[in-house]
Nanobody
Framework: QVQLVESGGGLVQAGGSLRLSCVASGRLFSTYAVGWFRQSSGKEREVVVGIDKSGSKTIYADHGKGRFTISRDNAENTVYLQMNSLKPEDTAGYYC??????????????????WGQGTSVTVSS
């Protein structure tokens, strides 16, 4: 089993940057793919980005391409989400999640096994 704790959210002006962290506890974190998801008020949860267990493969939703970068440090049991050029529409709760299924195999509506409590990101215009 994996426990996930996110941090790094906050209030930032449009055009600014934030770096989110997802720290995992539990064994064998390096065997899990990890993703960042977000959900804003009145909208369904959507995938932001995912990374496979080794960090060699990533998937990005269109809204984050060129602005967001995911990385992981398996020695530190941590996955990062670097978000640049933030827009007001990026305002949401951001959640990390982990699953044994590779990120490249996730499909719309697939629910990963383990989830963190989330961290809030607010981008002001």
């Amino acid at each position: 089993q994996v426990q996930l704790v996110e941090s790094g959210g906050g209030l930032v002006q449009a055009g600014g940057s934030l770096r989110l962290s997802c720290v995992a506890s539990g064994r064998l974190f390096s065997t899990y793919a990890v993703g960042w998801f977000r959900q804003s008020s009145g909208k369904e949860r959507e995938v932001v980005v995912g990374i496979d267990k080794s960090g060699s493969k990533t998937i990005y939703a269109d809204h984050g391409k060129g602005r967001f970068t995911i990385s992981r440090d398996n020695a530190e049991n941590t996955v990062y989400l670097q978000m640049n050029s933030l827009k007001p529409e990026d305002t949401a709760g951001y959640y990390c999640a982990a699953d044994l299924i590779p990120a490249t195999s996730w499909y719309p509506g697939y629910s990963l096994d383990y989830w963190g409590q989330g961290t809030s990101v607010t981008v002001s215009s």
